[in-house]
């Protein structure tokens, strides 16, 4: 085994470890193959559509996606879901907080065909591409007017440091012109922030999902906000859908001094319970927390922690109230089954978050309306500053 194989399986193997959790739980699991015994009125029906039917019968995998589908529609739990190869990969992707790709952005030219644009510096412009190059083929897949942007994205990437070929068209006689190009890593960051335009006291901080980066880039941010003069702060969590729950917990414990950040069970489990070590870097800066209906799953960890702790504020409407936990298992052909398979809740919190979502301790509503930057940041100068 070489030494990249060796790297890449290592890589693999503590992504692996790092991803279980909210919507990101990687387990490789034995399939059971289902014959008509299991599933005899399955096989029943499939049978006679297919002997009997005016239209064929849909290929695999369409007409197997289709029976996951119905069957996670009968189990009847809203965040069971089924993934196909493509959107898993790119939800892999901003999980983890980077990816291998060509750096490219997309557009179409006059004839509705896909053109590729690169980046500067990009291995996609180091390897020959030029802007308006038109992308005939990535690997074995051939680019249609219909292919998915999503499926071409999830075919150009990979792990960083390997080929990948395409064949592009260059105007004006768009003559097939074949390259191989080597990725390389890109970042996706949660995080942005900036200093309050009107009061320049102020760093807010933005965070748009959970990913494995989150921790580090909330870090930074501080940071930076503080060299800029920055002595309060808004953590922003408004629109956050989630995503790793050790990435959400590890989060909460920036802020925090002591105590518990939340308990969890699985099925037929004793009780988890994560608590704070040691005293967190920023658990002395003053900060409040904005949420509205769109907080949810581990962004709703962070703000119910720092709530029950008293170590925050909340500023919004109440949060969207999702308190259980998701593992995602990877099926042989790169789709995925997202399976809700524990419960969490935050020690103290009343009442309890899967019940009506976290309760803001200053509600905005009506006028002030709680998705609006203005009456978030006008509510949160007031909280933090007074009148001044």
């Known amino acids: 085994m070489t030494t990249f194989q060796r790297f890449f399986l290592f890589t693999i193997f503590c992504f692996l470890l790092l991803t279980i959790g909210f919507a990101a739980g990687f387990i490789v699991n034995p399939q059971s193959v289902l014959n008509g015994q299991d599933f005899p009125i399955l096989n029943e029906a499939y049978n006679i559509l297919k002997k009997n039917g005016l239209t064929p019968v849909a290929e695999s995998p369409n007409l197997?996606?289709?029976?996951?589908?119905?069957?996670?529609?009968?189990?009847?739990?809203?965040?069971?879901?089924?993934?196909?190869?493509?959107?898993?990969?790119?939800?892999?992707?901003s999980l983890q907080g980077s990816?291998?790709?060509?750096?490219?952005?997309?557009?179409?030219d006059a004839a509705d065909q896909l053109i590729l644009y690169p980046f500067s510096g990009s291995p996609a412009r180091d390897a020959g591409i030029q802007d308006g190059d038109r992308l005939l083929s990535v690997g074995e897949l051939s680019i249609m007017s219909d292919t998915p942007i999503d499926t071409i994205q999830a075919a150009l990437r990979g792990p960083v440091g390997t080929p990948v070929a395409l064949t592009i068209a260059r105007p004006p006689d768009f003559e097939p012109v074949e390259l191989s190009v080597k990725r390389a890593e890109f970042p996706l960051?949660?995080?942005?922030?900036?200093?309050?335009?009107?009061?320049?006291?102020?760093?807010?901080?933005?965070?748009?999902?959970?990913?494995?980066?989150?921790?580090?880039e909330i870090l930074n941010?501080?940071?930076?906000?503080?060299?800029?003069?920055?002595?309060?702060?808004?953590?922003?969590?408004?629109?956050?859908g989630g995503g790793l729950l050790d990435a959400g917990i590890d989060t909460a414990r920036l802020f925090l001094k002591d105590g518990t950040i939340i308990q969890q069970r699985y099925r037929d489990k004793e009780v988890e319970t994560y608590r704070v070590d040691k005293a967190g870097e920023l658990v002395d800066i003053p900060m409040a927390v904005l949420i509205n209906e769109n907080t949810a799953s581990a962004a709703e960890i962070i703000a119910g922690a720092l709530q029950a702790s008293h170590r925050a504020q909340l500023i919004g409407s109440p949060s969207y109230g999702k308190d259980t936990i998701q593992l995602v298992f990877v099926l042989n052909d790169g789709s995925s089954l997202h399976v809700t398979t524990a419960h969490w809740w935050v020690p103290g919190l009343e009442p309890p978050i899967g019940e009506s979502g976290l309760q803001p301790n200053i509600l905005l509503e009506g006028e002030n309306d709680p998705n609006s930057a203005d009456a978030a940041l006008q509510a949160a100068k007031q909280l933090l500053f007074g009148s001044n």
């Open 189 to 216: 960051p949660s995080v942005a922030w900036h200093l309050e335009a009107t009061e320049p006291r102020l760093g807010v901080v933005e965070v748009n999902m959970i990913s494995a980066n989150t921790p580090s």
């Open 64 to 93: 197997e996606y289709g029976m996951i589908r119905g069957m996670i529609q009968a189990y009847g739990d809203p965040y069971t879901i089924f993934v196909e190869p493509a959107q898993h990969e790119l939800e892999s992707n």
């Open 99 to 108: 990816f291998g790709g060509i750096g490219v952005r997309f557009g179409r």
């Open 221 to 240: 941010a501080f940071q930076d906000l503080r060299n800029q003069g920055a002595t309060s702060f808004v953590l922003d969590l408004r629109d956050n």
